[in-house]
């Protein structure tokens, strides 16, 4: 006796997707990812208000803003750094 094929196909499994395409996060939703995009944000803001308030840290880095800016004026008016 000839044993029949099963025919049957089956169907093509969900694929999982996210913002980012790889979850490193152990599954971590969307709200989870704006959640830690707003903490680090709120950090990043009290970083900034710390530096702004340290006196000699600002005039150095005015010091460097204005040298760059003026290395990207020279770039930008097509000259040789």
């Given at each position: 006796m000839?044993?029949?094929?099963?025919?049957?196909?089956k169907?093509?499994?969900?694929?999982?997707?996210?913002?980012?395409?790889?979850?490193?996060?152990?599954?971590?939703?969307?709200a989870?990812?704006?959640k830690?995009?707003?903490?680090?944000?709120?950090?990043?803001?009290?970083?900034a208000?710390?530096?702004?308030k340290?006196?000699?840290l600002?005039?150095?880095?005015?010091k460097?803003?204005?040298?760059?800016?003026?290395?990207?004026?020279?770039?930008?008016?097509?000259?040789k750094?």
């Amino acid at each position: 006796m000839a044993i029949k094929k099963s025919t049957t196909k089956k169907a093509p499994a969900k694929k999982s997707t996210s913002s980012v395409g790889i979850s490193i996060l152990g599954g971590s939703n969307k709200a989870e990812m704006r959640k830690w995009e707003v903490e680090s944000a709120v950090s990043t803001l009290q970083r900034a208000a710390e530096i702004q308030k340290n006196a000699k840290l600002m005039a150095d880095v005015k010091k460097m803003a204005a040298e760059k800016a003026k290395e990207f004026n020279s770039i930008a008016a097509g000259k040789k750094i």
